[in-house]
Nanobody
Framework: QVQLVESGGGLVQAGGSLRLSCAAS????????MGWFRQAPGKEREFVAA????????YYADSVKGRFTISRDNAKNTVYLQMNSLKPEDTAVYYC?????????????????WGQGTQVTVSS
């Protein structure tokens, strides 16, 4: 089992920045990819970004490319999501997820472990 705990959400004005953190514990050696997803009210959970836990290859949704950066610190078993130039449409609950598969995925159903989520609200 892998346990994931997100932190760093909050309220920010449009154009501002936030950094989310996701601390992993448990059988972290089994993780191949870590991802961030988000879910706005009344919408489905959507892919935001993912990172390979070894190679550091990264993948982004088109809607956040150039504004968000995913990174990880293996020594701390922590993955980060730096969010810059935030927009009101970025408002959502952000979830951290871990995938044991060796292939990258943007599919929410491919991820094996999930955190509890952290709220990000961007005011206009």
């Amino acid at each position: 089992q892998v346990q994931l705990v997100e932190s760093g959400g909050g309220l920010v004005q449009a154009g501002g920045s936030l950094r989310l953190s996701c601390a992993a514990s448990g059988r972290t050696f089994s993780m191949k990819y870590m991802g961030w997803f988000r879910q706005a009210p009344g919408k489905e959970r959507e892919f935001v970004a993912a990172i390979n836990y070894v190679s550091r290859n990264t993948y982004y949704a088109d809607s956040v490319k150039g504004r968000f950066t995913i990174s990880r610190d293996n020594a701390k078993n922590t993955v980060y999501l730096q969010m810059n130039s935030l927009k009101p449409e970025d408002t959502a609950v952000y979830y951290c997820a871990a995938d044991n598969s060796p292939l990258p995925s943007r599919d929410v159903n491919e991820y094996d472990y999930w955190g509890q989520g952290t709220q990000v609200t961007v005011s206009s």
